[in-house]
């Protein structure tokens, strides 16, 4: 997890959420922040609190596989935005947006423990009614990751202080099986140039959650 289980969520976020499922049958919210921000964390949480009735979607699962990420030769650029399959979760995101009585929608989950994703992880059963699509880069203006924002009803921005996502970060690389020094170059060389792709997104989300107080604005 990136940031504590036992997060609490402020009274606005639920009530946030609460507005968005009064206005339709299934409501698909976005949330989007630099990776270490506290997205998977936060995304529990409302799923936890909406528990019947809601389901996480994690962009995650869309990340290519290893072997084709050789074959492009975009190993050690993982986690960049031409190494997720955006047209895939584009096309997920829009099927879940008109998912028929009776069907169920499956989605992929990416597994850190192997490094790859996973196909048809996640069942989304019709009686969903809250959708959480977590991710680093719903809010990219550039296809093909154009049309994600459109799909989704509101999108929430999670920002966090950047020396915490920063150790973060570090703990969970090493965490994952790679040297001190391989996590302190995978977050210069990798993360941090995505981290600023991402924060220059900020202002296309309709609130900022803020990870660290469980505080949130705009």
Same mark, same amino acid.
């Given at each position: 997890?990136?940031?504590?289980?036992?997060?609490?969520?402020?009274?606005?976020?639920?009530?946030?959420?609460?507005?968005?499922m009064a206005q339709r049958?299934?409501?698909?919210?976005?949330?989007v922040g630099p990776p270490g921000a506290g997205k998977s964390t936060l995304a529990l949480a409302l799923q936890r609190a909406f528990a019947d009735v809601s389901q996480v979607v994690p962009m995650d699962g869309f990340h290519l596989a290893n072997v084709e990420l050789q074959r492009l030769g975009r190993t050690g650029r993982k986690g960049a935005p031409d190494t997720f399959d955006a047209a895939g979760y584009a096309a =997920? *995101?829009? $099927?879940?947006?008109?998912q028929r009585a009776d069907e169920t929608v499956y989605a992929p989950?990416? !597994?850190?423990?192997? &490094?790859?994703?996973?196909?048809?992880?996640?069942?989304?059963?019709p009686q969903t009614r809250l959708v959480i699509a977590e991710g680093n880069y719903l809010l990219l203006a550039e296809a093909p990751w154009a049309g994600v924002a459109a799909l989704l009803d509101e999108t929430w921005y999670v920002d966090v202080d950047d020396?915490?996502?920063?150790?973060? =970060? *570090?703990? $969970?690389?090493?965490?994952?099986?790679?040297?001190?020094?391989?996590?302190?170059?995978?977050? !210069?060389?990798?993360? &941090?140039?995505?981290a600023r792709l991402i924060a220059a997104t900020r202002s296309r989300a309709q609130w900022v959650f803020s990870a660290a107080g469980g505080e949130a604005s705009g």
């Open positions: 997890m990136d940031i504590a289980p036992a997060l609490a969520l402020p009274p606005e976020a639920l009530a946030r959420v609460r507005r968005l049958e299934r409501t698909l919210l976005g949330l =997920l *995101l829009q $099927r879940l947006r008109s989950e990416f !597994r850190r423990e192997i &490094e790859e994703p996973v196909a048809g992880a996640i069942a989304v059963l020396r915490l996502r920063t150790d973060r =970060l *570090l703990r $969970r690389h090493e965490q994952f099986g790679r040297s001190a020094q391989a996590a302190q170059d995978w977050v !210069r060389g990798t993360d &941090e140039p995505n």
